[in-house]
């Protein structure tokens, strides 16, 4: 795997579904085209739900990284 440079970290951990996810579209509209957004989360769900979205919205998974129950997810903004 490259480098990422993350732009932003989002601590969503302890929150619930659909938490994470809500905490990473407010992360992403503030955020500059280029930008890489982390969200660090213990909810599995946000290993779906997150790459869903965005998937959807047109942006581009820079990586899924697990440890135990915590997931790292990195979100750069195309658009």
């Known amino acids: ?9 989002i601590d969503a951990r ?5 938490g994470p996810l809500m ?4 992360g992403i509209k ?11 989360s213990t909810d599995k769900g946000s290993a779906v739900d997150i790459p869903e979205w965005v998937n959807k919205m047109g942006h581009e998974i820079a990586y899924i990284e697990s440890e135990g ?8 903004k195309v658009k």
């Not at 503030?30 to 660090?40: M, N, P, S």
């Not at 129950?69 to 750069?76: L, W, Y």
């Open 1 to 9: 795997m490259s480098e990422v440079l993350v732009t932003k970290s």
């Open 14 to 18: 302890g929150a619930y579904c659909p």
């Open 23 to 26: 905490e990473l579209v407010k």
């Open 30 to 40: 503030t955020a500059k085209v280029g930008d890489v957004v982390e969200v660090l």
């Open 69 to 76: 129950d915590e997931f790292k997810i990195a979100v750069k």
